[in-house]
């Protein structure tokens, strides 16, 4: 299978445009960076975006790992495949169906040449994908990018995405603004918050994978003191189980906004918005669109047969 040729166009993450919309009652803008690239969108592009200049000849292998249908895995097939480097990337295992199957993220990122490894095929012990590539894939040949892209690599990209909020809150004249996305790492929300609190903007996110207190762990293990404000709600949520209420805003949020949604993320993170927002009368949101919509080709069908169209 060959990569789509809309990948060998001029990459420009920058400057995505901001939409006016309302639902359930409350206006707001959406930042759309899911128009950044058709494979290189959302917040895994503005984590690594700074590696798009990134020169080092003796580098040949990009070396990552996760779930074989993380939107992390497209994007480093997609930085790979452009810069001339091939990508492994690290997984625990690969269902049968999937490799029979291909699709989503792990369907795209094999056309554009990336190696997905299940660390069982490569080591006899029972090893984690990271303590693996540690020990093994650490030279100078590999550049390594951690889960979800948690490194200091990302605040570059993040805060130019900080920058383009701010002039454009400025050149708008809005007030009293609020920047909202989902949490998995946390990271994109914690260089936000670095970059934007000094303007005068709030950042509010919430933990889509594990708590608060996890969440939290996150942002420390990056080096920061201060973090953004993280929403709550008193709902049951697990990572990647399926809830129909979830299936229910997000296709809410595309009927009444004519923009798809990430499935994965962004429902929990409306669900905390619903509840906030009331409280919030003054203040005008921005939410970044997180990208990540390859994704929804395998949440999808997930998703109707458990819950129908």
């Known amino acids: ?23 359930c009652n409350h206006t707001f803008y959406l930042k759309r960076d899911d128009l950044l690239h058709a494979h290189f ?29 993380a939107n992390s895995l497209l994007s480093l097939a997609a930085l790979a495949s452009l810069k001339g ?31 997905v490894i299940p660390v069982s095929e490569v080591c006899e012990q ?37 920058d383009e909020i701010a002039v454009w809150a400025e050149n708008q004249a809005v007030e009293r603004l609020v920047v909202a996305l989902p949490s998995g790492t946390g990271t994109t929300a914690l260089f936000l918050h670095k970059h934007l609190k000094p303007k005068g903007i709030e950042v509010v996110t919430c933990a889509c994978v ?11 293990e990056l080096g920061e003191q201060c973090f953004p404000t993280i929403l709550e709600t008193d709902r049951n949520h697990h990572f990647g ?8 805003i997000w296709h809410a949020l595309k009927e009444k906004t004519g923009v798809e949604f990430e ?10 918005l619903l509840d906030w927002l009331p409280q919030q009368p003054d203040k005008q949101l921005l939410y970044v669109h997180q990208g990540g919509l390859m994704g929804n080709e395998s949440m999808l069908p997930r998703y109707r047969r458990k819950f129908g169209d």
């Open 41 to 69: 969108s959302g917040n895994k592009a503005r984590k690594l975006m700074s590696l798009l200049a990134y020169e080092d000849p003796s580098v040949t292998h990009l070396i990552g790992y996760g779930s074989p249908q």
């Open 210 to 220: 594990g708590g608060k207190d996890y969440l939290i762990k996150q942002f420390e």
């Open 85 to 115: 480097w091939q990508l492994e990337f690290y997984v625990d295992r690969i269902p049968e169906w999937l490799k029979s199957t291909p699709i989503g993220n792990y369907r795209q990122a094999l056309a554009l040449g990336a190696k």
């Open 263 to 272: 499935l994965l993320y962004d429902p929990l993170m409306w669900h905390c």
């Open 1 to 23: 299978m060959q990569p789509d040729h809309c990948l060998m166009s001029p990459m420009k993450i920058a400057d995505t445009p901001v939409t006016s919309h309302s639902y």
């Open 126 to 162: 029972n090893m984690h994908p990271e303590t693996y590539i540690q020990r093994h894939r650490l030279d100078e040949s590999c550049l390594f990018v951690p889960e979800g892209g948690r490194s200091p690599i990302a605040e570059e990209g993040v805060a130019k995405l900080a």
């Open 241 to 248: 189980k399926l809830y129909k209420d979830d299936y229910e």
